[in-house]
């Protein structure tokens, strides 16, 4: 049984999300996570959730049931280790036009306990369903072109030894949001710039579930350079984005009482705002 | 055993989320879902939060844990009725400064089969740790004073016919974002107004979970009447409520595809932001 709808792909995201079925126990699935995904001490928090997503995809989507990811919640519990890991996924209720799922991302301890990283829950349907009526007031970000943006290749050595993901991602950040690179933050809290993988495999929807936390914390342009934890992050896809760039902007408002909020959105070639995200998160001791 | 950290209070919001621990059954706690919260075809999705909200506090509380709900994630999955309910909780991770648990609220349908109304994932800390750095860059919305607002009981009597939850409440609508009700909707999207329990009960971390989901839809300012069933709703309670007036606001920039986000904010009498919440609801197929 093979569990991904489309052929086999040769991209380093599809490598790094691919889920094989377990023989013999329904709705449990295996991956691999793979340390080029490492971003500070664990592997990214968008990537796995792209993995998650993959595997309630395979769960959700059999039998013609649903494949796009609409709504996917993570609470994040450790960190993702490089190394072998389990998806136990657990189909909540089947519906009509939306499927709703639970799962949970495991990995073996070094004393041989499991070790939850992420606990999900989502619902999926799909996309190419929910065309026509868009009566969206958000307007795209406005930016340089890419070749106008600072690449990562720029960005501070040491920056990036903790940072293998970055090498996988083409990110061209707005100049005028990376201040904080210099030594001298806006302290707006705001991130912008343009996203696509490095090798060329163009976004979709299980895609932009990574793009909603692949850039540098907010908290960088407010000056906190630590290590922002996620507790929690929830992820809209509102549509199949088109082959290209995306514009990606994180931003926050309320930074207080230990944590703060982060906002994400992503926007296709076309102009189409095609996913939203909102995630709570711990404030840097330092800084 | 007695679940609740406080006294039991008489106040119909307490009433409404009291749940007891099943003798015998760790972990499970029994309630009695009220009429008196119905809304629509349903009970208020917010009061469902705010209850299963109570169970985790319960849960995640005991022994000394953490009782203040963080971020809290909901998938709905059905109308709740009013009657009895079960909600099964489970502790996924104590943590030393957040605990994580899940949840199942379901009840039991005509032929004796269990259905489910919601699952969640909540993260639960201590809010009153959580003083101090507020840097916030948000600013409460401008409205005017409460008795320059439009009270419900003026609200159209065919609607309140299916709206009990209204009398719980004393809502003060701003008058800029009532052109719905006289057929002249903003089309702008967004509604806002003053919020408190109609019988005096204080606002408090548990509240907030009802207030989040407490307003008229914002898709009424978008010239859609219909129902707009809720997909998902997290709610993140940043500080602890003073007591007083709440001001709440409703938005959505996005309605495409079917679907539409909508956020709320909660702000307290001293002018602090208080939660944030973000729901992915169906548009009304009418309108």
Chains 1, 2 share one sequence.
Do not use: K
């Amino acid at each position: 049984m093979t569990t991904a709808a489309e052929p086999v792909q040769a991209s380093e995201f599809d490598r790094g999300t691919a889920v094989r079925a377990r023989e013999g126990r329904a709705s449990v699935y295996d991956a691999e996570l793979d340390g080029g995904w490492r971003i500070g001490g664990g592997i990214n928090g968008g990537l796995l959730l792209a993995l998650v997503g993959n595997a309630l995809r395979a769960e959700l989507g059999r039998d013609g049931g649903h494949a796009d990811p609409l709504s996917v919640s993570a609470y994040y519990l450790s960190a993702g280790r490089p190394g072998p890991a389990e998806i136990r996924t657990e189909t909540v209720r089947r519906g009509r036009s939306v499927s709703t799922g639970a799962a949970s991302l495991l990995q073996t301890a070094e004393d041989g306990s499991p070790v939850e990283r992420l606990r999900v829950l989502a619902s999926y349907g799909d996309l190419s369903a929910a065309e026509g009526d868009v009566r969206t007031s958000a307007v795209p970000p406005e930016m340089p072109p890419p070749d106008q943006c600072i690449s990562t290749e720029h960005a501070p050595p040491d920056f990036l030894t903790q940072a293998d993901l970055l090498r996988r991602l083409d990110l061209r950040l707005d100049p005028a949001c990376v201040g904080w690179a210099l030594g001298e933050p806006s302290g707006i809290g705001r991130i912008q710039g343009w996203l696509r993988l490095a090798d060329g495999r163009e976004p979709d929807p299980l895609m932009l579930l990574l793009a909603v936390d692949a850039l540098p914390p907010v908290t960088f342009d407010l000056g906190l350079m630590g290590w922002t934890p996620t507790l929690e992050l929830t992820a809209h896809v509102r549509a199949r984005p088109v082959p290209g760039w995306l514009r990606v902007v994180h931003s926050t408002r309320n930074l207080a009482g230990g944590f703060l909020e982060e906002d994400a959105e992503v926007w296709d070639e076309s102009g189409r705002l095609v996913a939203q995200s909102r995630q709570l998160a711990a404030v840097p001791r330092t800084g």
